[in-house]
C-alpha cells in the first residue's frame, strides 16, 4: 500500500474487498465477546455512527455524523504508523487521525501496529459520546501545551490507561471502556483474567509507567466515572 503524500488526508483510499472481510470477520467476533463487558458507550455510539459489520465505514459519512454529534473528524495518519506526540496532538483540533492500514486475514488476531481496525472499531463509537469526546480533546490541548519531555510523557502515558487500557466502573460493576481492550480479543482476554491487577485509576502512578506495546499488561486501572479522568486532564490545562 503506498501512504506516500496521504498526510492527513481526510479522503480515504478505496479499501479492497479482502480488507472489508477482514473487518467484517473481526467486527462479527469482537462484537459477540464484548457483549457484555463493553462500557455501554460503545454500543451507542456504533448506532449513533451507522457502523456496520459488513465493511470498513465510509468516512465521509461518519464525519457528517461526527460533526453534528461531538464536532470529531476523521482524517487519515497518511502513514501506517504514526508517533504518539503528532498523533495526540491532533485531538487538540477534534480530529481523530485513522491509519489505512489494516492487518492480513492469515494473522487476523495479531497485528503489529495499530490499524484501521483498532482505530475505527475502537476509537469511533466512543467519540460520538459529548462528554469522551471533550475528555479526547483536552488530551490534546495538554499534550500540546506541556513543554517538558516528562510532562507529555505522563499525558502519554495517562492515554494510553486512561483512554486505550481502562475499565470504567458502571453502577458498580467494571465495564470495558479501553479502546486497545475493546479492538483485541487477546487484549481483552488477558485483561479480564485474572492474572491482571485491577487497580483505582491514580494519574500519578500510571504517569510512571514504563509501558510496552509489545507485551501483555499485569496492571489495569480502573475509573470511577468519565468525570475523574476529566477532572485529572483539567488539572493539566490550568
Ligand atoms: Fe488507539
Redesign the pocket.
Known sequence: MNLKNRKNKSIFRKFRNREHEVWSILAGRRIKSLKNYAHPMHKQGWKLLGLSARSIPNFRAINIKLKSLTGFQVASTGVQYEEDGPWISSLAERKIRVTEYIRSKKNLEYTPL?DVF??VF??LPFLANKKYARIVQKFGLAYVKAKTKKDKLKIANNWWYG??FSFLKVKGKIKVLG??LISSEGELNNALSEKVEKLPYDADMVGKINRSAHKFHKKLFVLDSLDQLEKIVDKWLK
Open positions: 495499530p483498532h482505530d475502537g476509537h483512554i486505550e479502546t486497545g
